[in-house]
């Protein structure tokens, strides 16, 4: 792992089980109070496990979640810069709120596709991949295209994780998607057509 935060050597695992076991002992009853605690734990962390245990507490709550958190979303995706924080965002905080809200939300992710920063950009490829049939194709479609040429690893392999989980439910229109893009990376094309 690549990064400037120390770690304490906690697997992850472990760090989501004491997470766990605190929320359940101080639950919180307030939405400003568990927002300004994922914020400070997050702000204030001096190892990645402190970093682990806000994005657990921010994926926390779900009647707390609303398009009104997307700023903070932004502020942990492009603060935090690395692969393990932004696929958890991604994937536990943006993607339930783009099933819930999606008037709000694909607008946000449509301009975060095309962004100058790479990990927003890797937010709109995969924040769909727990949504399975009900995929907006249209959104994850022009994600990837957005984003097809980038040399970027990070981004050729959220293209490719993307496309391999659609094909679990469509897999006919991921194979059309790959055999109508030739400019996909190879990276992208193996991992797409790896279950295939």
Request: hydrophobic share 40%.
């Amino acid at each position: 792992m690549k990064s400037e935060m120390p770690f304490l050597g906690v697997q992850k695992p472990k760090c989501t089980q004491v997470t766990r076991s605190a929320l359940r002992e101080y639950p919180f009853t307030c939405r400003d109070d568990w927002l300004d605690a994922v914020l400070l734990l997050w702000r204030t962390a001096t190892y990645r496990e402190e970093r682990y245990a806000a994005l657990h507490l921010a994926a926390h709550y779900p009647k707390w979640r609303d398009p009104t958190l997307i700023p903070v979303y932004d502020e942990l995706v492009v603060t935090g810069a690395w692969w393990d924080y932004v696929d958890e965002i991604a994937t536990r905080c943006v993607g339930p709120l783009l099933r819930a809200y999606p008037v709000a939300i694909v607008p946000v992710m449509r301009t975060w596709s095309t962004d100058p920063d790479r990990w927003r950009r890797r937010v709109s490829i995969i924040c769909q991949l727990g949504s399975k049939d009900v995929t907006d194709l249209e959104l994850l479609r022009d994600s990837i295209e957005a984003n097809i040429s980038d040399q970027d690893f990070f981004l050729r392999k959220a293209i490719g994780w993307a496309l391999r989980q659609h094909a679990r439910v469509d897999a006919a229109w991921v194979r059309a998607f790959v055999d109508s893009h030739a400019e996909l990376s190879p990276l992208s094309r193996r991992e797409a057509l790896k279950h295939l």
